[in-house]
């Protein structure tokens, strides 16, 4: 998986694509934000969880 966003990544700056390497920067970032805010869910579920 790691290899294809690389791979696409790299297709788009070599292309001269800055806008489609922009989406796909934005776009993971956004990944990464969701998956830190799932964190936090889970980790406030457990503190929930460990006070009943």
């Known amino acids: 998986m790691i290899k294809f966003f690389r791979?696409?990544?790299q297709k788009s700056l070599t292309e001269n694509k800055f806008s489609k390497y922009l989406i796909y920067a934005i776009g993971e970032i956004i990944l990464v934000v969701i998956g830190i805010l799932i964190a936090l869910q889970v980790n406030n579920w457990n503190e929930e969880s460990k006070k009943e």
């Open 7 to 9: 791979k696409n990544r």
